[in-house]
């Protein structure tokens, strides 16, 4: 059985299709990560998942139960965790009279060991809380009653990078003992780190579900290279050539191209490439090379593709230049 199972699910508010025929799996010990800008129908789908949301169409089933129908789902919740993305805790409570609260509901297995890792600070009232200390509240929370699955709505936002790090290796250790984490990010990074498998959302539509490493994969490589002498632009009409920018340094003492030099050429170049690396290197091995650098494609740039936008700025090369290149691989 599935940890969580949507099928068709549809959320119309009139004037928009928060969620439109959303369907997806989440297989139990897996870390799933729901991708998507603001307003792309994130929370609406958590927040159908968890019954506070009727589907306008669709059905789903949370750790098998059927997510809408209340009573039936009362037994999945006994077995969930869940951060909102704005957890509203009593302003007046402490930190300690929130987590009393939640234990007399939920049980406390594991509350000293998550404080370890936390720490909020649980003598003060939640209305002297910053966003952050929220967050750590929320974790302990979350995961205190030792869940099988937890639902986390954009977990690290006001966290700073020691805790983010801390979340990451938390989560990571629980998935490898069964636990089944899906949350929400728009932040590529820490999807990256995290996630085995990563479903996106653009416009209330799911664009692609699919496992993080052939996202990656899809999106290639960066590669930069500096060459001794001028390369022409041919020898990289290759297949999975994309985004390449160019220049041409005549070189100290040089100030124009000399009659050797091919009309298209360059000594300098970034591109982004999806084939076999081999290929291109078999291409570049009659050249003379400065410098070359192959590095993973950055996700933003993936995640750009998928619900547009200009792409993050790539280090450009001195006075680059674009080139035609074949047509991207937009997916
Ligand atoms: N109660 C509501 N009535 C009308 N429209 C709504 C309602 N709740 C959400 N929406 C709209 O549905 C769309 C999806 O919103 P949702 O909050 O699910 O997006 P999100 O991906 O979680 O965004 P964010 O990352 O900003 O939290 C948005 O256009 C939002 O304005």
Redesign the pocket.
């Known amino acids: 059985m599935a940890a969580i199972e949507l099928e068709g699910v549809t959320k119309d508010?009139g004037e928009?299709l928060?969620n439109d025929d959303v369907t997806f799996t989440v297989e139990r010990g897996e870390i799933f990560g729901y991708l998507?800008p603001?307003?792309?129908?994130?929370?609406?789908t958590i927040r159908t998942l968890l019954g506070f949301l009727s589907p306008t169409e669709g059905s789903g089933r949370l750790l098998g139960h059927d997510i809408t129908d209340e009573d039936d789902l009362i037994e999945a919740k006994r077995r969930l965790g869940y951060l909102p993305?704005d957890p509203a805790f009593d302003e007046t409570a402490t930190g300690r009279e929130i987590l009393e609260l939640h234990a007399s509901i939920k049980g406390d297995e594991r509350s000293a060991e998550l404080l370890e890792l936390f720490d909020p600070p649980l003598d003060r009232t939640v209305r002297e809380y910053s966003h952050g200390n929220v967050r750590k509240l929320g974790l302990v929370t979350t995961f205190m009653h030792d869940p099988d699955l937890v639902i986390l709505d954009e977990p690290t936002s006001g966290l700073d990078p020691l805790m983010q790090q801390r979340f990451a290796e938390f989560v990571r250790s629980e998935r490898d003992q069964g636990m089944t984490v899906f949350f929400?990010s728009?932040v590529l990074s820490e999807v990256r780190r995290l996630c085995d498998r990563v479903g996106i959302i653009r416009d209330?539509r799911l664009v692609t579900v699919e496992p993080v490493e052939s996202l990656l994969d899809r999106s290639g490589k960066v590669v930069r290279l500096r060459a001794a002498e001028p390369i022409p632009t041919e020898a990289l009409e290759i297949d999975g050539v994309h985004e390449l920018e160019t220049s041409l340094d005549p070189g100290e003492g040089e100030s124009e191209r000399d009659a050797t030099t091919p009309a298209t050429a360059f000594t300098e170049c970034t591109l982004t490439f999806t084939g076999d690396v081999n290929a291109l290197l078999d291409r570049l091995r009659e050249y003379r090379l400065l410098d070359l650098s192959i590095e993973e494609a950055p996700l933003e740039d993936v995640f750009m593709r998928f619900y547009g936008g200009e792409r993050s700025e790539r280090k450009p090369t001195p006075a680059a230049k674009s080139v035609p290149s074949e047509a991207s691989d937009d997916v």
């Open positions: 508010y928009v928060a998507g603001n307003g792309a129908g994130k929370t609406t993305d929400s728009h209330g």
